[in-house]
């Protein structure tokens, strides 16, 4: 049973930072691509960050650029996001979810769906809520 537990939300002050941690199980972790995607009130979900089985970030969105660092410990089965000089408009909750195809990614169709919805993965997690505010 694919099981996908993120931790390290919190209320943060604006410049300040955040570790997320997502902890897999249930399936080949090593093997696929995997994602941070966020869905901020009253918002459409948006992906963060897409990053490779060997560990290499493909996609960042612009908004985050510069602030935040995808990345993954394939021997502990378990993906992070670092996030830096947080933002007002970071407040979002802040999904890991699994990319939909067995073999490969279908992340070069997902990069032009619109709007992404968590359906569009096979796995996700419940999600963890950050909160950026003064």
């Known amino acids: 049973q694919v099981q996908l537990v993120e931790s390290g939300g919190g209320l943060v002050q604006p410049g300040g930072s955040l570790r997320l941690s997502c902890a897999a199980s249930?399936?080949?972790?090593?093997?696929?691509?995997m994602y941070w995607v966020r869905q901020a009130p009253g918002k459409a979900l948006e992906c963060v960050s897409v990053?490779?089985?060997?560990?290499?970030?493909?996609y960042l969105a612009d908004s985050v650029k510069g602030r935040f660092t995808a990345s993954r410990d394939n021997a502990e089965n378990t993906l992070y996001l670092q996030m830096t000089g947080l933002r007002n408009e970071d407040t979002a909750v802040y999904f890991c979810?699994?990319?939909?195809?067995?073999?490969?990614?279908?992340?070069?169709?997902?990069?032009?769906?619109?709007?992404?919805?968590?359906?569009?993965?096979?796995?996700w997690g419940q999600g963890t809520e950050v909160t950026v505010s003064s």
């Open positions: 249930g399936f080949d972790f090593s093997t696929k691509w």
């Open positions: 990053i490779r089985p060997n560990g290499d970030t493909v």
């Open positions: 979810a699994k990319d939909r195809l067995e073999y490969g990614t279908a992340w070069w169709d997902l990069r032009k769906r619109s709007p992404l919805l968590l359906t569009d993965f096979s796995s």
